[in-house]
């Protein structure tokens, strides 16, 4: 590993991350590990979508879709009076990956732009299947009586979710690590490069595309049950499109394809709306232009900024930040 | 259900299919010439609505204002594609869909800044209040049926443009190899900058149409936008045709769905939980089209030829 | 003779109005440098998207090792020894040389449900990425990544890669495109040099290398075989002279 300032950056972030607990307690600022912690929520979902978006090249609009299953997943069992913690998880990685094979194998045999939109329409078809749930409140959502609860862990405590979502996060990173580099990892980033190719030299790119798809729904999914035991709260919004274009926007900000990436734009982009939130009602107007600017100017996102050279000319081996 | 329920339901989905043909036209001459994918088309419509109504309040006339919306949209639409959308052609559609999204949130927190985040009311002209009779026991609002009369004239005048004239022949051209039309020696940027204000101006056209029929309010452009991005996927990119056909397709059977799908499931299962079960289904009708199409026709109904 | 190792019958294909490949039946004998040649347009490339099933020929069959593969499905024929290179290079632009040959060995090496081990330091995708680099002659610019190769370079490297899948018959897609005189002289040492370790299917524009190389000559004009033989006897024959030699030599 090359010492150089993205590493820096990002050892900064994870240690700051770590120790923000004890500066809330110090500060008797309780919200900061509120807020942080849905960071690192969607920091985990756009994990998620990078696994497929920066590596595999496929442009999901719909990926919120499986953060509100992992979310329902928790509203739906406790409704049904199923208490307990190990249901919550199962349950969403298996409707995640149920979900996420069948609606990959129907968008996979698309590409480019059609793929794009076929994503968003399964996201919307689900977030109209999300509205007729009355029974869990249809279009107002539906309060969670009470959160996961894994043992002794009570994730809806404030500062078990915060290390909780802390942990995963760096889980995920670590796996995604793993996963990119190892032979999965090259096929699916081979065939972001060059699909033609890849079937030339007798590689099946669909099925891996596809594993690799149900992988990034379920990591979607788990953020979505953390999610939920922030909120204590489910709502059709959570699959709303816009949701889906902000995990795009948190990827690109911090750079495609690269492990902390995702991280370092969920990050900036709830600081920034955070920020812009205090000085104006009419932040969109500043937010907006900002993220044209970002696109246009910076196309490697932030860690794209930081680094020695530009990240799409870098020899795979090198994704190590 | 009655006949003229039925009639009356139908030509409700023809003015919603001509409408959103209005936005694809547009949206799918922009895409499939310069490949961009612009989900600030919605925008576009939104912009156009408050235009009319903010002209029509200032000119205490409606179909002045309306009048008035069109060159307004043009104006806006020319400007966005010099400010910020002609450096765009040449990025992946990745860039594109995040570089509109900002678009997108700058015009609905703009249109909040000017005129307030309330719905603003909007009066239809005057000669066009009430209704007409179009066969005896049919009757039908005035201004949805001017609406349909106008969707369909624009459409016959697209079609005489982009078959009878020389910048129909450089689109037509364009949509099915673009590399060609600049090999041909054509001003490519000007080309973009017309097609796109042309796409601008219907947009506002249609934007300044219904909004005395909806609310004019922000984000009101974002449902539309998606609908018509439906459209243009199951019509197949840069195909005027295909819009056509899949905005008729689209504007038919969402509305005609939702007015009778709830009532039919009731019929048919004489369960309570019928009516929310039909009314979901009834909204997911055109996404599950969608998603069929693309599945027999990864790359729609009509794909322009030659790609 | 030999069983050839593919065989077209009747092979037809057109686009529209436009006929790309006409009731050809060619055979390629085992370790054969088998080269087709024909004027623009006359299908070859088509042809070789036929072979590598990129393309669903309209009628006739195709076989390879005494298999009909005309419906197989393109990513299967580089396992039964059938693979292809890219008349424009085809490469991993983001990787470097060594990975994108690294990538073709593992293409061979079954299945790629490997989500632990890094690739980068897997020997068994390694060594035979290297074996294929040294063939070609690029073991000096393995970690070179391959969009900063020389455009000599990046055509060798086409070729290790589809060597790397070890095939029985490679489709050359006019290896020398774009080459100067030097680089299309290396690349005629190589072809050269692996002569007679597989069978080629060569098309090529370049007649010098063609005749140099080849063991045998199709000539293909508007998709349809008018000769095939011994370079010799197609230099000799008056039907391709009349069609395409000729022409050519008038041109320049």
Redesign the interface.
């Known amino acids: 590993m090359r010492v150089d300032l993205r590493l820096l950056l990002i050892l900064l972030v994870v240690a700051c991350l770590a120790l923000l607990p004890v500066a809330a307690l110090l500060a008797e600022e309780p919200y900061w590990m509120r807020f942080w912690s849905r960071i690192m929520i969607l920091g985990l979902a756009a994990a998620g979508l990078n696994l497929i978006l920066g590596f595999g090249g496929l442009v999901s609009f719909g990926h919120a879709m499986y953060v509100a299953i992992g979310a329902y997943t928790v509203g739906a069992l406790r409704h049904h009076g199923v208490e307990g913690g190990l249901p919550d998880i199962l349950v969403a990685l298996g409707a995640s990956a149920g979900v996420g094979l069948l609606i990959g194998a129907i968008c996979l045999r698309t590409s480019g732009i059609f793929f794009i939109m076929i994503t968003l329409a399964f996201a919307q078809m689900t977030y109209f299947f999300f509205v007729s749930l009355e029974q869990y409140g249809g279009d107002d959502g539906m309060r969670i009586a009470s959160g996961t609860q894994l043992g002794p862990l009570h994730l809806d405590d404030t500062l078990t979710l915060y290390y909780s979502a802390f942990l995963l996060l760096c889980g995920v990173i670590f796996l995604t690590w793993r996963l990119v580099n190892a032979r999965f990892g090259m096929v699916i980033r081979g065939a972001r490069s060059n699909e033609q190719r890849m079937a030339a030299l007798g590689i099946p790119v669909f099925r891996y595309r596809l594993t690799a798809y149900v992988i990034s729904a379920m990591i979607c999914a788990l953020a979505g049950v953390l999610l939920a035991n922030l909120t204590l709260y489910i709502s059709p919004a959570y699959t709303h499109w816009t949701r889906s274009g902000e995990l795009l926007i948190m990827v690109i900000l911090g750079g495609l394809g690269t492990l902390f990436g995702p991280v370092i734009g969920a990050i900036v982009l709830l600081q920034l709306e955070d920020l812009l939130a205090h000085i104006t009602q009419h932040w969109q107007l500043f937010l907006g232009p900002i993220l044209i600017l970002v696109v246009l100017f910076a196309r490697g996102g932030l860690l794209g900024l930081l680094a020695p050279r530009q990240v799409s000319q870098r020899p795979a081996e090198e994704i190590d930040g | 259900m009655s006949t003229t329920l039925l009639l009356i339901q139908t030509l409700n989905g023809l003015q919603f299919g001509v409408m959103l043909f209005l936005m694809a036209a547009g949206l799918t001459l922009v895409?499939g010439i310069m490949n961009l994918?612009n989900l600030a088309h919605g925008s576009l419509y939104m912009m156009g609505a408050y235009f009319a109504a903010a002209a029509t309040s200032w000119t205490g006339n409606p179909l002045l204002g309306i009048a008035l919306a069109i060159p307004a949209a043009l104006i806006l639409g020319l400007l966005v594609e010099l400010i910020?959308l002609r450096?765009?052609y040449q990025?992946d559609?990745?860039?594109q869909?995040?570089?509109t999204?900002?678009?997108?949130?700058?015009?609905?927190?703009?249109a909040?800044?000017l005129w307030g985040s309330a719905a603003i009311p909007m009066a239809i002209p005057e000669s066009f209040t009430g209704f007409v009779t179009i066969i005896p026991g049919l009757i039908y609002p005035k201004w949805r049926l001017a609406i349909i009369v106008v969707g369909l004239l624009v459409a016959l005048l697209l079609y005489v443009l982009i078959t009878h004239t020389r910048l129909g022949m450089l689109i037509r051209a364009g949509a099915s190899n673009r590399a060609m039309v600049g090999a041909l020696g054509v001003n490519i940027s000007l080309l973009f900058t017309l097609v796109f204000g042309l796409g601008a101006a219907l947009a506002g056209l249609a934007g300044a149409m219904v909004a005395p029929l909806l609310s004019v309010e922000p984000g009101m452009g974002?449902p539309i936008l998606?609908l018509t991005?439906?459209v243009i996927?199951i019509g197949g990119?840069g195909s005027i045709r295909g819009a056509f056909i899949a905005s008729l397709l689209v504007g038919l059977i969402d509305t005609v769905g939702r007015a009778f799908l709830p009532a039919l499931l009731r019929e048919a299962f004489q369960t309570q939980?019928a009516n929310?079960?039909g009314?979901?289904?009834a909204?997911?009708l055109i996404?599950?089209l969608?998603?069929a199409v693309?599945?027999f026709r990864?790359?729609?109904l009509f794909p322009p030829k030659g790609r | 003779m030999a069983e050839p190792l593919l065989s077209t019958r009747n092979l037809a294909k057109s686009f529209g109005g436009l006929t790309a490949t006409d009731d050809l039946s060619l055979d390629v004998l085992p370790r054969e440098v088998h080269a087709v040649i024909g004027p623009n347009g006359a299908g070859k490339t088509t042809l070789i998207s036929q072979l590598s099933g990129e393309l669903q020929p309209d009628a006739g069959s195709i076989f390879f090792d005494g298999q009909d593969i005309t419906a197989l499905p393109a990513w299967r024929r580089p396992h039964l020894g059938l693979t292809r290179s890219f008349q424009i290079t085809s490469i991993f632009r983001d990787m470097s040389a060594l990975q994108n040959v690294a990538l073709a060995v593992q293409a061979h090496a079954g299945h790629s449900f490997r989500f632990w081990r890094p690739a980068a330091q897997d020997p068994e995708l390694l060594e035979p990425a290297r074996e294929a680099l040294r063939q070609v002659g690029l073991q000096h610019r393995a970690d070179v990544a391959a969009a900063a190769l020389a455009h000599g370079e990046q055509r060798q490297l086409e070729i290790a890669m589809a060597l790397a899948t070890r095939p029985k018959l490679l489709l050359l897609d006019e290896p020398m495109a774009g080459m100067g005189p030097e680089e299309s002289a290396k690349m005629v040492e190589l072809l050269q040099k692996l002569k007679g370790t597989l069978a080629f299917l060569l098309v090529e524009h370049d007649m010098d290398a063609v005749f140099a190389v080849a063991d045998r000559i199709t000539v293909l004009v508007y998709g349809r075989a008018i000769a095939t033989g011994r370079p010799e006897e197609i230099r000799g024959n008056e039907n391709v002279r009349q069609a395409y030699l000729g022409e050519e030599s008038l041109a320049v």
Not at chain 2, 101 to 108: H, Q
């Open positions: 895409f994918v910020t450096t765009l990025r559609h990745l860039d869909v995040l570089c999204f900002g678009l997108i949130l700058f015009f609905n927190e703009l909040r800044v974002d998606i991005f439906v996927v990119i939980s929310t079960v009314a979901a289904l909204s997911m996404y599950i969608m998603a693309l599945f990864p790359r729609g």
